[in-house]
């Protein structure tokens, strides 16, 4: 089992950039594939970006690719999300999700929130004009 906490949101400008962390407890976080959801008001939880466990690829929507970067370090036990280029559209509740099973290849089943098992509390970032 994994525990997650998210930080590093805030209110920024658009074109401003944010780097978001996850802080994982326990032993195995290098097992687990790690991805980052958002959720706007009145919005569905989206998947962002994911990253394999030990970091060698990297999957994005759309949306963010060039501006987005997810990364981790598994010696602490922390995976990032360094977000530039801020859009006002941006703005949400991040989420930092786990998952420790197989979960094939980069596809639709990585961008479903249903096949993560562990979820952080998420952390808002707002971006202003």
């Known amino acids: 089992q994994v525990q997650l906490v998210e930080s590093g949101g805030g209110l920024v400008q658009a074109g401003d950039s944010l780097r978001l962390s996850c802080a994982a407890s326990?032993?195995?976080?290098?097992?687990?594939?790690m991805a980052w959801f958002r959720q706007g008001p009145g919005s569905e939880r989206e998947f962002v970006a994911a990253i394999t466990s030990g970091g060698s690829s990297t999957y994005y929507a759309d949306f963010v690719k060039g501006r987005f970067t997810i990364s981790r370090d598994n010696a602490k036990n922390t995976v990032y999300l360094q977000m530039n280029s801020l859009k006002p559209e941006d703005a949400a509740v991040y989420y930092c999700?786990?998952?420790?099973?197989?979960?094939?290849?980069?596809?639709?089943?990585?961008?479903?929130?249903?096949?993560?098992?562990?979820w952080g509390q998420g952390t808002q970032v707002t971006v202003s004009l």
């Open positions: 326990g032993r195995s976080f290098s097992t687990y594939k």
């Open positions: 999700a786990a998952r420790g099973r197989y979960l094939g290849p980069f596809g639709s089943s990585w961008r479903r929130w249903g096949e993560y098992d562990y």
